[in-house]
Structures are given as structure tokens and as C-alpha cells.
């Protein structure tokens, strides 16, 4: 960040502070979260009348992780109307523009409604949201991967477990790291493991065997 503001560039203190939220987020420190992500928009937004598309992006994508961390802390009003703004902000992007570092893009958006609505614990909005996303626009397959897992945790949320391992097992298919690695695909492999019927146990061990839960 140092460093970024040093060199006087919005683009380079924007991907700075992107990470940064998403750093005391994971962390807990949702306040702090909520500083960076709410001064850097304040920053930036002076630039993105006239801005390149990767400023654009990177205000976008702030935007939403606003909205992410609003949703974790259960304020939907708060969640949606930074999604809202991000999605404005992605719609004057080009069409096929897609940020290398956060994924921002007209076609990334879909996915972020699917996990603002997971994060607020609205399981039937979730499944809705998830349904309308069309993941096959995402060029990332890791991007697409953790979509996925998304979507997997929305149908878990809404009682659709069945569901919820098909998707994962998709996803292990597509871009088998991004599934290894995930907490909450490791999770949602655990609770039917622990939970599930007969049948959902079986195929939660095939999935777990995968990605490494049973070595």
C-alpha cells in the first residue's frame, strides 16, 4: 500500500486495498475491513469518470467486497446496495473485459449475487441467485471452481444436499485444487460425511477421498 501510494497510481492502491480487506475480513476485523474498503472507494472515486478499465474494475470490485463484508455482518439493505453499485460500475466495463487479479467483469456479478445472498443466510434467495448465474461466462476455471462451491453452499443452506455434492463433485472435476483447498467445500464434505443419509455418506466419501480428506 506503501508502496502503491507512493507511485501516486489508483490502479496499484486499488489492488493493494483489496487485499488488505479481504485480509482483516478473514481475520475477523470486519471494522477494519469496512475502513479500507470505504476510504479507497471515497479515493478513487474522483478518477473513474474518465478511467481505464482496470480502474474501473478495481472500484468496482471494491464496491462489492463492501457489500460481502456488510453481509457477513447480516445487514442486507447495506449488502445489496454495494452489489448494486458494483454491478452499475460492471455494466460500463467492455463486455468481455475481465480484471486479472480480482475477477471483476459484466460476468462476475451473477456469482457475487450468489454469495452476498449465502452470506446473509437467505437460503432460498441463494438458490435462486445461484440458478441464475451463468458461471459458464466466467473465463477463470478456479473462478468458475469456487463459483461453484458457492452455489454448493446455497443449496446446502436451503436443504438441498444432494444438490449441494453434485456441485461440488463438478467442481472437483473442473479445477480439483480449488475444491481441495476450500474451507467451506471441505465443510459442507464433513457435515454429510458426519450427517447424511446412507447413500449421501457414500458418495461425501468419494468426494472426500478426492480431495484428500480421508489421507
Known sequence: ?????????????????????????????????????????????PHVDNAPAAVLA??????????????????????????????????????????????????IMGAHATTIAVELRAG??????ARRAAARLIPSRPRRARHAIEQARAYQLDRQ??????VLSAAHEAAPET???????RRIIVEELETGSAQRRSRAAELADHVGLLH
Open 124 to 129: 432460498g434467495e441463494s438458490v435462486r441467485q
Open 58 to 107: 478495481i472500484w468496482g470490485a471494491l464496491r462489492f467486497e463492501a457489500g460481502y463484508t456488510a453481509a457477513r455482518r447480516g445487514e442486507s439493505g447495506t449488502a445489496w446496495g454495494h452489489w448494486d453499485a458494483a454491478d452499475a460500475m460492471a455494466a460500463r466495463l467492455p463486455g468481455g473485459y475481465y480484471h486479472p487479479v480480482t475477477s471483476f467483469s459484466r460476468a
Open 179 to 185: 475444491v481441495r483447498y476450500n474451507g467451506y467445500a
Open 161 to 166: 444436499p444432494d444438490t449441494a455434492l453434485a
Open 1 to 45: 500500500m506503501v508502496a502503491a501510494q507512493d507511485f501516486g497510481d489508483p490502479h496499484a492502491i486499488g489492488i493493494a486495498s483489496w487485499l488488505m480487506t479481504q485480509a482483516h475480513r478473514d481475520s475477523g476485523d470486519w471494522d477494519a475491513a469496512d475502513t479500507v474498503t470505504g476510504e479507497t472507494i471515497a479515493a478513487l472515486a
